[in-house]
């Protein structure tokens, strides 16, 4: 799927799709309240309310840049929550070139945060040993964050991600750490999102008087703006989570930003009632 803002293209390639199975991230978020927003059908739900959700990545390409925007969740790694996501042999490289977006012609790899399934293909297995995927990219991570992970991952599987996919980056010399709200690109402005994890950050594009939000994991589908109080099993402080929510859909519903979820399909933000609705393109 493809996308333009201005001068930037915006292309999702897709790691994993699923249809339900979603209740142990948004318990909340039952088949019968999910059929009680029929503006989610049939793009973000089915009729059955069962939710549709998306693991990807958003290749962002500017003028001058070529950018990777979360990597998934990657091949062949251990010691995750969810037993499908071990061991993985999935060919998201070869999808990613045939895309026309070769691992060697990304020049940068941007993670709205440092969870298990948005740092994935940040490395590789070779002979034993984790490695950067994107070998001429530099990997621009949330100071925030990255020092979160790095201090406090004491559980197995933060400690699993950690190790695999975010400190080789590190070790190899490869990680830029950044303010929360720092520019990035000419046309890439970060905005501070926390909440779901310390350091959450969302992405503003704007070009030639266009603009777009990748909004990250502030939200992991659109019944969230219906009901920002539902926050995720996954979010680091649920209320902060809420908040954020609030504040950032506010600042851009009703204005045609064009707005795509880590986990969803893009459309625009509208305002109803005390709280919003997502409109699919």
């Known amino acids: 799927m ?3 803002v201005g001068k930037v293209k915006i292309t999702k390639v897709v790691e994993m799709e699923t249809v339900g199975s979603t209740r142990f991230i948004l318990p909340r978020a039952t ?15 089915t009729e059955e309310g069962r939710l549709k959700m998306s693991i990807h990545s958003l290749l962002v390409e500017t003028p001058s840049r070529r950018i990777i925007v979360d990597t998934g969740l990657g091949n062949d790694k251990q010691g995750r929550n969810v037993p499908t996501w071990n061991n993985r042999n999935y060919p998201f490289l070869e999808t990613l070139t045939a895309a026309g977006f070769a691992p060697d012609s990304i020049d940068t790899v941007l993670c709205t945060h440092l969870h298990v ?8 297995l070779v002979d034993g ?18 020092e979160h992970w790095r201090d406090h991952s004491h559980e197995p599987a933060h ?13 190899a010399g490869k990680a830029d750490l950044v303010a929360s709200d720092a520019r990035v690109a000419d046309e890439i402005t ?6 779901h994890s310390p350091g959450h950050m969302s992405i503003h594009i704007r070009s030639e008087g266009e ?11 659109p019944c969230q703006m219906a009901y920002l109080g539902w926050s995720s099993t996954a979010d680091s402080d649920p209320q902060q989570s809420a ?32 709280a919003f609705k997502f409109v699919a393109l």
């Open 2 to 4: 493809h996308w333009t």
């Open 31 to 45: 088949n019968e309240e999910i059929q009680k927003l029929p503006w989610l059908i049939p793009q973000f739900a």
């Open 117 to 124: 399934d948005h740092v994935g293909w940040n490395t590789v």
């Open 159 to 171: 400690v699993a991600v950690f190790g695999d996919s975010v400190k080789p980056i590190a070790d």
């Open 211 to 221: 603009e777009s939000l990748l909004t990250g994991d502030v939200a992991h589908h």
């Open 243 to 274: 908040a954020t929510r609030r504040e950032l859909f506010s600042r851009f519903a009703d204005t045609p930003t064009l707005v795509i979820g880590g986990h969803f399909n893009a459309g625009h933000i509208k305002r109803e009632g005390d």
């Open 129 to 146: 040993k984790w490695v950067p995927t994107f070998a001429n990219a530099r990997y621009v991570f949330g100071k925030t964050e990255f």
């Open 190 to 195: 970060l905005i501070p999102t926390p909440g």
